[in-house]
């Protein structure tokens, strides 16, 4: 009974219930989207820039951070693997030898980052062979190398052309050879594209003249999972001779990028719920004050102020409901249309989509499409209407019924 | 029984103090159909209100079948009335969003009743009233008279051990007034529940068995039929 008279009170009058539940799904509608775009984009970065070049966490032998040299790379035996492998959340792990060399084809030449790389690996942990612009998706030979495609682009670079590495191998040796473009990858990030050349970790390591090293572990974590959690577990389960990063500290500017966009998104969103508040806070207003006289009867009659208080309650989750509802079937195809098809940045005006280049970022914005955006959304605008609701709740405890029926 | 003891109240306006109610002592047997009759302003309805439990004596006490109700909080007295007191308002005050069915059995709801004894109870307090036939209307397609006839069907629906009326006929015309009239004498005769009107129209005065007369929040005459 107390849920009908709350809903038929709600219908009571037609026009405030539309425009409050239009001012609220409005607000969320807004809210929705510009956080699914916001954190759509953040997860695009992390998919590009940490699952493409750092991983989520990496493991490295002490002080290769500090001083990223082949000299301070390590050998990793099954053991170590085994170690990791057994921390829950670890998903893949992949070696990587990384090292630092000029590329010149004919005239040009160009400083580049080598990185030998565990190709099957690599595809559980990067997406490896969706990124294949061009050629082979995996190394042909010993001497095939992958380049990224602003190198190619750079060099002109055809299949099967020759491009000579030159650099400093492990301690002090000199590190050079000739090698065959095998394929173009495309790591959807202008700054990684431009830098890049992969070859095989056995090759990479006959390169700088040393077998058995690694530079990096790459250890990704299965979903859900926090890698910081992972990595502190796998501080306790291996050596000292390790340190063990997080993509949080290894990407510390592109964190703290995130989390101050994330910060003015919320602020953006704090004043849209700053409205619904006063718009919803108006009509629980109306609702009360406009309704004294039948408070008044009800109590003369016997009905006692919690459930006076719940019909209030009911009537503003029923109508913050239909705010709700409208405003995530509204954005739901809305973002499920922009998460397959992203914006592109570019289209909105000419060197936009450069600009966000220089800073590293793909100018493509896919909107998220995870849950957990729309139901906190609707969790906070519920908590908002419970908040509104103590105004009446005040009121009704505080209820003379003669003086309410007089007034 | 209904009692009042040296029932006093006393209303602040501005800086004067007017007595609505003056040391009033009174007492309503079971059974009664009583009318508190006076010029406006002479504390009829403040003398209801006070015996209902709707305001608080300034002092003095309202005894019902020997319990002293005006010391009750206001969590109590919400019980109490709720299980013990039917009220008839001068405006019939049903629920605008609830059907006249609904109106009655919102009350039974209150109580605890279950469905079934709480459509069967309704049906027969309507039919009572008769009103059967408008049973799943709304307040807003009911004439006043069928609304104030919807209230004291759900002024019954609790069981009350009387029916407090202020001014119940005061906005119906007079057939309408008659036909309520029928009703609340006939329940009062058949069901022996007591009445307590406040009124000052004639028709009700003209029925009523016992007239008690206000002045001044004082009693100045009680003439019993």
């Not at chain 2, 609340?184 to 007369?213: C, G, P, Y």
Request: proline share 2%.
């Amino acid at each position: 009974m107390i849920l009908k008279i709350a809903w038929r009170n709600i219908w009571r009058n037609n026009k405030r219930t539309l425009i409050s539940t239009l001012s609220i799904s409005g607000a969320l509608i807004l809210v929705i989207l510009m956080r699914s775009m916001q954190l759509g984009f953040y997860d695009s970065i992390i998919n590009t820039v940490v699952q493409s070049y750092s991983g989520y966490i990496q493991v490295h032998a002490n002080g290769y951070w500090e001083k990223q040299s082949v000299n301070n790379s390590m050998e990793v035996d099954d053991r170590l693997i085994d170690e990791i492998n057994s921390i829950t959340g670890v998903d893949n792990i992949s070696k990587r030898l990384q090292t630092f060399s000029l590329v010149s084809k004919g005239e040009k030449s160009k400083g580049t980052i080598i990185t030998g790389i565990e190709v099957e690996k690599e595809q559980l942990i990067s997406d490896w062979d969706n990124k294949i612009i061009e050629g082979s998706t995996s190394f042909d030979s010993t001497d095939g190398i992958i380049l990224s495609k602003g190198i190619a682009e750079y060099f002109d670079v055809k299949m099967g052309d020759t491009l000579v590495l030159f650099g400093q191998g492990y301690q002090g040796m000199m590190a050079a050879g000739k090698y065959v473009a095998n394929g173009i990858i495309d790591l959807k990030n202008p700054k990684l594209n431009e830098m890049t050349i992969f070859m095989d970790i056995k090759s990479a390591q006959e390169y700088i003249s040393s077998e058995n090293i690694a530079t990096h572990l790459i250890v990704n974590k299965k979903e859900y999972y926090d890698e910081k959690k992972i990595a502190e577990d796998i501080k306790k389960a291996i050596s000292n001779d390790y340190e063990v990063m997080t993509w949080k500290e290894i990407l510390p500017e592109l964190d703290q990028m995130i989390t101050a966009d994330n910060v003015g998104g919320l602020i953006m969103a704090f004043i849209l719920y700053v409205i619904v508040c006063f718009g919803m806070f108006g009509t629980v207003l109306m609702m009360t004050e406009e309704r004294m006289y039948e408070f008044g009867v009800l109590l003369s009659i016997g009905m006692n102020r919690i459930k006076l208080y719940l019909i209030i309650l009911l009537e503003t989750i029923i109508l913050s409901s239909i705010g709700v509802i409208i405003g995530v079937a509204i954005t739901r195809p809305i973002s499920n249309y922009f998460n397959k098809n992203p914006i592109n940045m570019e289209s909105f005006g000419e060197g936009l989509g450069d600009a966000m280049g220089e800073f590293g970022f793909d100018p493509v914005v896919p909107f998220s499409i995870n849950w957990d955006i729309p139901i906190s959304h609707a969790l906070f605008i519920f908590a908002i209407s419970i908040l509104i609701s103590i105004y009446p709740a005040i009121k009704i405890l505080s209820l003379n019924p003669v003086k309410a029926m007089k007034e | 029984m209904i009692e009042t003891e040296n029932l006093k109240k006393t209303y602040k306006q501005g800086s004067l103090k007017v007595k609505a109610v003056d040391n009033v002592n009174l007492e309503i047997s079971d059974g009664e159909f009583t009318a508190i009759v006076g010029p406006s302003g002479s504390g009829k309805t403040t003398l209801l209100n006070c015996i209902g439990g709707l305001d608080d004596p300034t002092s003095g006490n309202v005894i019902i079948d020997d319990e002293v109700i005006s010391s009750y909080s206001s969590g109590q007295m919400i019980k109490f009335r709720l299980n013990n007191i039917g009220f008839v308002f001068q405006s019939y005050n049903l629920i605008p969003v609830l059907t006249a069915k609904e109106n009655i059995e919102m009350v039974m709801l209150m109580q605890g009743y279950n469905k079934q004894d709480m459509d069967q109870r309704s049906s027969d307090l309507l039919s009572e009233v008769g009103m059967s036939n408008m049973s799943k209307r709304r307040p807003a397609e009911l004439s006043g008279g069928q609304q104030q006839r919807v209230a004291v069907a759900r002024a019954l629906a609790s069981k009350p051990k009387f029916i407090l009326a202020d001014e119940p006929t005061a906005n119906l015309d007079s057939k309408s007034t008659a036909k309520l009239l029928d009703i609340m004498s006939k329940l009062n005769k058949q069901e022996n529940i007591t009445f307590v009107f406040s009124t000052h129209d004639q028709r009700v005065i003209d029925r009523a068995r016992r007239v008690v007369t206000l002045e001044d929040g004082k009693i100045i005459k009680d003439i019993k039929k």
